[in-house]
Antibody, heavy 115, light 106 residues
Framework: QVQLQESGPGLVKPSDTLSLTCTVS?????????WGWIRQPPGKGLEWIAS???????YYNPSLESRVDISRDTSKNQFSLRVSSVTAADTAVYLC????????WGQGTLVTISS | EVVLTQSPATLSLSPGERATLSCRAS??????LAWYQHRPGQTPGLLIY???KRAPGIPARFSGSGSGTDFTLTISSLEPEDSAIYYC????????FGQGTRLEIK
């Protein structure tokens, strides 16, 4: 059974960097599929942030690319997201997912940007 | 950058009726399109991938069609639990989503 779990701080100050980690069990992130980060701001739709192919190639939403970095630690079977210079507009539920068929999602973690 | 536009924004139908949801891409994405169902408080669930292939465990009343820039999700006979927001996602380059269609079951 493939499972994903997001972890990271729930509160980040404006202008700081948001850092989240997705821990994957039941499947190696270097064996196949895309591994992605998606967010949903309160009352809004899903927004794709970034994806990491199992080969290590990275893909970013052009609207966020200048502030976002996706990386991985294959020894821990984890992949991570960093969003720099955050503002209140970055407040959202952040979800990690294996993109493919079947796909698997973490439960999501709410990150609030506030001083 | 590929932009996905979904229509209508909201759809209100009765149980047993047929729902037709549209997703239009700003440039060709071949058949690299997926459809998700998102119920409140749950994670999005994959319904359709590669435009027309049903994901494992998805009932046959859900079907997808289209290629290039125009895609359709059809729910042949609505059930109360189909009330949700439906998103299309392109997988041609990157993984962007449409803005969603809210389906309400009367």
């Amino acid at each position: 059974q493939v499972q994903l779990q997001e972890s990271g701080p729930g509160l980040v100050k404006p202008s700081d960097t948001l850092s989240l980690t997705c821990t994957v069990s039941g499947f190696s992130i270097s064996s196949g599929y895309y591994w992605g980060w998606i967010r949903q701001p309160p009352g809004k739709g899903l927004e794709w942030i970034a994806s990491l192919y199992y080969t290590g190639s990275r893909y970013y939403n052009p609207s966020l690319e200048s502030r976002v970095d996706i990386s991985r630690d294959t020894s821990k079977n984890q992949f991570s997201l960093r969003v720099s210079s955050v503002t209140a507009a970055d407040t959202a539920v952040y979800l990690c997912a294996r993109i493919g068929s079947p796909d698997y999602w973490g439960q999501g973690t709410l990150v609030t940007i506030s001083s | 950058e590929v932009v996905l536009t979904q229509s209508p924004a909201t759809l209100s139908l009765s149980p047993g009726e047929r729902a037709t949801l549209s997703c239009r891409a700003s440039q060709s994405i071949h058949t690299y399109l997926a459809w998700y169902q998102h119920r409140p408080g749950q994670t999005p669930g994959l319904l359709i991938y590669d435009a027309s292939k049903r994901a494992p465990g998805i009932p046959a009343r859900f079907s997808g069609s289209g290629s290039g820039t125009d895609f359709t999700l059809t729910i042949s006979s609505l059930e109360p639990e189909d009330s949700a927001i439906y998103y299309c996602q392109q997988r041609n380059n990157w993984h962007t989503f449409g803005q969603g269609t809210r389906l309400e079951i009367k």
